[in-house]
């Protein structure tokens, strides 16, 4: 598999290439791909060194799957240019999330809607993902009404910029800012940019998201997403309505026999989720699992994942990987 990471010298980028490498995936000749300052430039992949090329050359090379991380203008302009090509584009930007034309995909959820003719694959924001997974199953068993979602997303869904802007402030340097206010030492009600309603474009996503990976528009959902300093991973309080009434120790057991969800609640050991265990695992965790005493069929839970991993490099290798197990892609090579 001629496989392309485009945005490899980013942030999401270097985590692609280490899912990849981690997951031994098929990769026979790797194409990194970044903006033009970084052209020539050497990564290592698997002990091995490769040169950073264009977005042109990389259409040229015709890789099989091109794994974008680049931003959503990027994505704009090239993942049609690699699909007319006959390449297959995973995007990790909302550029082509809630495009009627265009999957949005969770592997454990909804994979089955993908086939050989689906050219651009949305990959789905970070909160969404890791909220999706937990839902997903009680979804099935009980049918959500309504959710109500607080977020406490890491700086590192923001960049490297946000990281250093941190590191600055802790260590009494005057730099670059990526917040408009402090990060350290603080919680910014403010992630990504504001929209006409008064809500967030990144509290947008986590309301339109879910509806079209679940399949169910009829989801009445909620959003209020906060930047913290932290950079392990994205944390969310979850308040979930059912129309059906629940078992607290069924709800337990679902999600543990849930793949992709490591169960951690146990306040008698001080067991739950915490971002700052979570950094670099490929797991949804999730725990204070506890009955809503304000509203019947209600139910709170807190949820935690590496938004650098689940929340993008490996959802989005998980989805390459589907299409390769499915003949979904690269079907002549794969006989051959």
């Not at 490769?50 to 704009?76: C, H, N, R, W, Y």
Request: glycine share 6%; with cysteine; aromatic share 6%.
């Amino acid at each position: 598999m001629k496989i392309a990471v485009v945005g490899a010298t980013g942030m999401v980028g270097n985590v692609m290439l280490k899912v990849l490498a981690e997951r031994n995936f098929p990769v026979t000749e790797l194409i990194p791909v970044a903006s033009e300052k970084s052209v020539g430039k050497e990564i290592e992949y698997n002990g091995k060194k490769f040169k950073v090329v264009g977005l042109q050359t990389a259409v040229e090379m015709a890789p099989d799957i091109a794994i974008f991380s680049a931003g959503g203008s990027t994505s704009t302009e090239w993942a049609p240019k690699f699909a007319e090509a006959g390449i297959t584009v995973i995007d990790n930007s909302s550029a082509w999330r809630m495009n009627p034309n265009n999957k949005l995909v969770v592997p454990e959820i909804n994979a089955d809607v993908l086939t050989a003719e689906d050219k651009i694959i949305a990959n789905p924001n970070c909160s969404t993902i890791q909220m999706v997974l937990v839902m997903n199953p009680l979804h099935k068993k009980y049918k959500i009404k309504r959710a109500v979602i607080s977020t406490y997303q890491s700086i590192t869904g923001t960049g490297v910029k946000a990281v250093e802007q941190l590191e600055n402030e802790r260590n009494g340097v005057d730099g670059e800012k990526a917040y408009h206010y402090p990060i350290d030492k603080n919680c910014i009600p403010h992630c990504d940019v504001f929209e006409e309603n008064g809500y967030t474009k990144e509290e947008m996503k986590l309301v339109n998201e879910p509806r079209k990976i679940l399949r169910d528009n009829s989801l009445k959902l909620t959003a209020t997403a906060v930047r913290v300093p932290v950079v392990g991973g994205h944390s969310e309080a979850v308040n979930i309505e059912f129309e059906n009434d629940f078992d607290l120790a069924e709800v337990r057991k679902i999600l543990h026999e849930t793949d992709g969800i490591t169960l951690q609640d146990n306040t008698d050991t001080n067991t739950y989720p915490m971002p700052l265990y979570a950094e670099d695992k490929d797991d949804v965790f999730v725990g204070r699992i506890r009955r809503d005493e304000s509203q019947s069929n209600t139910i709170n839970m807190w949820i935690v994942t590496d938004n650098l991993r689940k929340g993008a490099a490996t959802n989005a290798v998980q989805i390459a990987e589907y299409l390769i197990e499915n003949k979904l892609v690269n079907i002549e090579t794969l006989i051959s």
